[in-house]
């Protein structure tokens, strides 16, 4: 059977900390108690991409630890398919180490672990095992840059269509970004590919019109100004409601996971729906990221 969506991306286990403020370099302050959960921005797309309704399938790979037992169990509790993760014996689960201020911001230190072990060609292999014309692919930048490209190449080459989250930002290969569709980056991100100022809505249309010289499309989250997005016909800005920010960590995953969901359900890239699906898409993205900010850490808490 094929797949309507594969997420490829990474899997950590989140240690959680809240504290009144960010420390200073070389200081130390007390925090709140410790939260450990599942997290890494391929699993978060992926338990998102399942809430908003979709079947997907998880590629990426855990160590052969209690953390990566954790991960799958959760992952499979959340509707996410994990038959296709590694399990490794030469690295631990990756580990994010996480602190969040009072009003919501967050500071990330990644320790990749296992998610340094993704394997282009064991990528490639998986793709080809589950993927068609048709099939999303969701992915990030946690993994290596070359099993990325690869699992894009190889979804394009089947009739599929990639949604690339560049994050964390990093050069990617023009290669890469050809095949987005669509690219999705946050102000940050777009400045470093565009150069241009992305300090409003205006101005972040106006680069999403530019990187679509370089994408099949373009979507930039704007945090709490919602997201702007071009493809070929037609851009727009979808605004976002207003709502109390407890913790960003994992808003920008919870929005990739349900646009990637709803393309996924509107049918194959290349004619299935165009620009019009793609400002639905946007719109579901946006109402999941409002929605995150409103518990603490990356993940939902569970009933």
């Not at 470093?192 to 373009?218: F, H, I, M, N, Q």
């Not at 945090?223 to 071009?230: H, K, M, Q, T």
């Not at 709502?243 to 808003?251: I, L, P």
């Not at 920008?252 to 793609?278: H, I, K, Q, R, T």
């Amino acid at each position: 059977m094929t797949a309507s969506l594969i997420v490829l991306g990474s899997a950590n286990t989140d240690y959680t900390v809240l504290v009144e403020r960010h420390p200073q370099p070389g200081e130390t302050l007390l925090g709140d108690d410790l939260v450990i959960a599942t997290g890494g921005k391929g699993a978060n797309q992926a338990l998102a991409a399942a809430r908003a309704g979709a079947l997907p399938v998880f590629l990426g790979a855990v160590g052969d630890d209690g953390n990566g037992r954790s991960m799958l169990d959760a992952l499979g509790a959340g509707g996410v398919d994990v038959s296709s993760v590694a399990m490794v014996d030469d690295a631990p689960t990756g580990i994010a180490l996480i602190t969040v201020s009072r009003d919501g911001e967050n500071t990330i230190v990644v320790a990749a672990g296992a998610n340094a072990r993704v394997n282009a060609h064991e990528v490639e292999a998986g793709i080809r095992a589950i993927a068609g014309r048709g099939t999303v692919l969701l992915a990030q930048l946690e993994i290596p840059l070359a099993a990325v490209r690869t699992a894009a190449e190889t979804i394009d080459e089947l009739g599929g269509r990639t949604v690339l989250n560049l994050s964390p930002s990093r050069e990617v290969p023009d290669a890469l970004l050809a095949l987005c569709d669509p690219l999705i980056v946050n102000e940050a991100e777009a400045h470093d590919l565009s150069g241009l100022s992305v300090g409003t809505p205006d101005e972040a249309a106006a680069a999403a019109l530019a990187l679509l010289d370089r994408c099949r499309s373009v979507v930039i989250t704007l945090g709490g100004d919602g997201a702007v997005f071009a493809a070929p016909g037609e851009s727009g800005h979808v605004t976002a409601p207003r709502v109390s920010v407890v913790d960003t960590t994992g808003a920008g995953d919870a929005f990739a996971g349900a646009v990637a969901a709803e393309l996924a359900e509107s049918g194959p890239a290349g004619g299935g729906g165009g620009a019009a699906s793609l400002r639905v898409a946007v719109e579901r993205g946006v109402a999941a990221g409002a929605a995150a900010v409103q518990w603490l850490g990356a993940q939902p808490p569970r009933d």
